[in-house]
């Protein structure tokens, strides 16, 4: 069956990063308790491998816990590409882009020190500086900068180029135990540069890594580029080139360990690979076989990305939902584990109701 060339849905986007999008913040706002919850009642050891598969690995390895915040940042990329296009397009100067993008940069940083718990401090070393959003900002940006200035074709190479310095650096750095877990070199640049107080040492955000996490951006925008192209069967060249890095990730793996901390190139192509993978599967289904009304509670996550992350850090949905629901749930659910099931679904519900009730409000009143 010959697949579609990618129709943006209305206001340019292509469906896709909105699913993909909303898969990943899913796991991130809640979603992850949800299926915790699931792994209480699976019979035998297969609750286990679930739970083992959404937690982080403590250094060296990869599990699919350590692929959601990647594939973020990488449709993160990808759109950026969609969206400096249509400014362009509306006759945008180019310091007026920068500056649009530089003030979003600035925003994630500040809001990420929200994130931290910086409103409580009342000294800036107790802030942690460096965070989830910090990193999304600075990735994009600083991949931007590649993207937008070398020309043509070359920027392709920006991406393998930056894989083999990004090793090379490591090697020349850290010397023989450029990937040791204790006192790693990295941690000396976080304890120099870094204000505040990091996460540990290395930060998982922390100075060092960001360059990683820069060519992961970069390699979403290579895909955005690509998904502009008319080229057909756009969900088979995403997975085939997804299942080469992930290759390339295994080959690179004895010289070069893959560790989500320190965003290693190898982390970076196996992180990449999946990612990939996972966009070629939405990519069918919402652009392909356009199934918008059975991805709209995941799209609707990707389209409200910072409410649905920003929310239940102020809130305790769990709570409020098991208030509701949580005296029929007692009477009519006798098995434990079930309550629980029951308790993360209608939390997650009431976090996505929430939203959906504050957009549809703030858009009548536009």
Known sequence: METQVASPAPGGRVRMLDAVRGFSMFFICGGEAVVLALCACLPGAWGDVVKTQLRHVDWVGFRFEDLIFPTFLLISGTAFTFAWRRQEAKGLSAPRRWGRLAVRTALLVALGMVYNGALEQTSF?????????????????????????????????????????????????????????????????????????????????????TLGAVLTAFLGMSLGDFLRTGIRRKALWMALAGLALIGAAYALSPWVPVIKRLWT????????????LLCALFHLLADTFQLRRSLFFLTFIGTNALWFYFLPCYFNFRA????????????????????????????????????????????ARS
């Not at 090379?168 to 790693?184: R, T």
């Open 125 to 209: 070393a107790a802030v942690r500086v460096p965070s989830v959003l910090a990193r999304i900002g600075l990735g994009a940006f600083l991949a931007a900068l590649p993207y937008v200035f070398l020309p043509g074709r070359w920027r392709y190479l920006f991406f393998p180029v930056g894989l083999a310095a990004y090793a090379l650096l490591f090697a020349v750095c850290g010397g023989e135990a450029a990937y040791a877990q204790a006192n790693n070199w990295t941690g000396a640049v976080d304890r120099a540069l870094l204000p505040g107080r990091p996460l540990g040492f290395p930060d998982p955000e922390g100075v060092v890594s």
């Open 265 to 276: 190139s190898s982390y970076v192509c196996l992180a990449g690979g999946w990612s990939l």
């Open 320 to 363: 409020a939902a098991w208030r509701v629901v949580g005296g029929c749930t007692r009477a009519w659910v006798p098995d434990a584990a079930w309550r629980g099931v029951i308790g993360a679904v209608a939390g997650m519900a009431a976090l996505w109701l929430a939203v959906w009730l504050l957009r549809r409000t703030s858009a």
